[in-house]
């Protein structure tokens, strides 16, 4: 059984920074997608930063500002914010696949395993 446990998000203000964390527990294979995703107030859930081929892939709203790692020894993943925006307000989830590869666009339902969400608050 894969589990995802995320720390608590926050509040700051534009241009704050943040950093979330996931463990996992469970049958994670070595290589396969996770990261994280989020949704916004009325928006659907798109994919942020996930961990792929031992880098990071970002989508380009968050590219320069997001940075995500790996500790395989504490079995955590990080998303360190910076620059946060108000548009970057949102539901934060960890997420993970049974897949590697083609971490930004695999379908919703390539992704089996997720946490309980954590929110972040980005006020102007």
């Known amino acids: 059984l894969v589990r995802l446990v995320e720390s608590a998000g926050g509040s700051v203000q534009t241009g704050g920074s943040l950093r979330l964390s996931c463990t996992y527990s469970?049958?994670?294979?070595?290589?396969?997608?996770m990261g994280w995703s989020r949704q916004a107030p009325g928006k659907e859930r798109e994919r942020v930063a996930f961990?792929?081929?031992?880098?990071?892939i970002y989508t380009d709203s968050v590219k320069g500002r997001f940075t995500i790692s790996q500790d395989n020894a504490e079995n955590t993943v990080y998303l360190q914010m910076h620059s946060l925006k108000p548009e970057d307000t949102a539901v934060y989830y960890c997420?993970?696949?049974?897949?590697?590869?083609?971490?930004?666009?695999?379908?919703?339902?390539?992704?089996?395993?997720w946490g309980q969400g954590t929110q972040v608050t980005v006020s102007s």
């Open positions: 997420a993970a696949s049974d897949f590697g590869g083609l971490c930004l666009s695999r379908p919703e339902y390539d992704y089996k395993y």
């Open positions: 469970g049958s994670i294979v070595p290589g396969v997608c």
């Open positions: 961990m792929e081929n031992g880098g990071g």
